[in-house]
Nanobody, 127 residues
Framework: QVPLVESGGGLVQSGGSLRLSCAAS????????IGWFRQAPGREREGVSC???????YYGDAVKGRFTIARDNTKMTVYLQMDSLKPEDAAIYYCAADGTTMWTDLKNCLFWPYDDWGQGTQVTVSS
């Protein structure tokens, strides 16, 4: 199991920015596809973005153009930079890891049954 830990959530005004981090002590996340997901109360979990082992990237339509996913190889961390935040972006954000899948279509990373998940970090956006 990969012990994923998310951080960086908080309260921000509409239009503001936050940067979420996903790291795993003792694991080099370079060898994993990392997906970011979110879940708001009363709503189904939604795939936000993913980055695979070759650094190919996919974004969900709701965040395209506003969010940026990236790896910091020196820190073995995957970030989700969230800009132009909207109240509807408020949710608990989770990262997940997959170390084995060879993606034929990377959009499937937003729907994949990942084996390892973090505990989540809360993002609140005030209007």
């Amino acid at each position: 199991q990969v012990p994923l830990v998310e951080s960086g959530g908080g309260l921000v005004q509409s239009g503001g920015s936050l940067r979420l981090s996903c790291a795993a002590s003792g694991f080099n996340l370079d060898y994993y596809t990392i997906g970011w997901f979110r879940q708001a109360p009363g709503r189904e979990r939604e795939g936000v973005s993913c980055i695979d082992k070759d650094d190919s990237i996919y974004y969900g339509d709701a965040v395209k153009g506003r969010f940026t996913i990236a790896r910091d190889n020196t820190k073995m961390t995957v970030y989700l930079q969230m800009d132009s935040l909207k109240p509807e972006d408020a949710a608990i954000y989770y990262c997940a890891a997959d170390g084995t899948t060879m993606w034929t279509d990377l959009k499937n990373c937003l729907f994949w049954p990942y084996d390892d998940w973090g505990q989540g970090t809360q993002v609140t956006v005030s209007s």
